[in-house]
T-cell receptor
Framework: QKEVEQDPGPLSVPEGAIVSLNCTYS??????FMWYRQYSRKGPELLMY????GNKEDGRFTAQVDKSSKYISLFIRDSQPSDSATYLC??????????FGTGTSLTVIP | DAEITQSPRHKITETGRQVTLACHQT?????MFWYRQDLGHGLRLIHY???????NKGEVSDGYSVSRSNTEDLPLTLESAASSQTSVYFC?????????????FGPGTRLLVL
């Protein structure tokens, strides 16, 4: 079983829709949870960072962590064509190693 | 501005050749990482370093080596390139500690082994 599971999609939504992206994980030691956005032929860039359980909001983006269910989510409100990218979840324990999901490909159609 | 760069951005080589991919960061980060990204596998850790002269094997280290002689650079060497090593390679760096610590990625190197 992989440490982190993520549905690869692809996911296609109309502009303005609410997007929900999810990851599950198996290691209960994970404390820090991240979402990266990766545009085509670019390196991943950090989008959201969350410590432990709870919600974090940044503009149109909301990251949610449910440690009891080992489940994290990223919500994108009022999605825009510029949000079209691959979204990777990532997590780590108290050490320095990161564990990444395989990424979900998102296309927002104008 | 501080940044992380990779070179070359694209490389075509033949099986059996030795190839070195460069990674350079100007954040003065102690931690550096090499990943490969393949469809269906996501990012897989090849090697990582927590400081000068420190190197560690990751999940898919066979056929790869790294050395860390200074803080800024972590070159990745493919000892004898194989077609299975055709991939996109990303270098990343992070600080040693801190709750907000996260990894910063370079732009990637696309490697084709013929």
């Amino acid at each position: 079983q992989k440490e982190v599971e993520q549905d690869p999609g692809p996911l296609s939504v109309p502009e303005g829709a609410i997007v929900s992206l999810n990851c599950t994980y198996s290691n209960s030691a994970f404390q820090y949870f991240m979402w990266y956005r990766q545009y085509s032929r670019k390196g991943p860039e950090l989008l959201m960072y969350t410590y432990s359980s709870g919600n974090k909001e940044d503009g149109r983006f909301t990251a949610q962590v449910d440690k009891s269910s080992k489940y994290i989510s990223l919500f994108i409100r009022d999605s825009q064509p510029s949000d079209s990218a691959t979204y990777l979840c990532a997590m780590r324990n108290t050490g320095n190693q990161f564990y990444f999901g395989t990424g979900t490909s998102l296309t927002v159609i104008p | 501005d501080a940044e992380i760069t990779q070179s070359p951005r694209h490389k075509i080589t033949e099986t059996g050749r030795q190839v070195t991919l460069a990674c350079h960061q100007t954040w003065n980060h102690n931690n550096m990482f090499w990943y490969r990204q393949d469809l269906g596998h996501g990012l897989r850790l090849i090697h990582y370093s927590y400081g000068v002269h420190d190197t560690n094997k990751g999940e898919v280290s066979d056929g790869y080596s790294v050395s860390r002689s200074n803080t800024e650079d972590l070159p990745l060497t493919l000892e004898s390139a194989a077609s299975s090593q055709t991939s996109v390679y990303f270098c990343a760096s992070s600080r040693t500690s801190g709750v907000q610590e996260t990894q910063y990625f370079g732009p990637g190197t696309r490697l084709l082994v013929l």
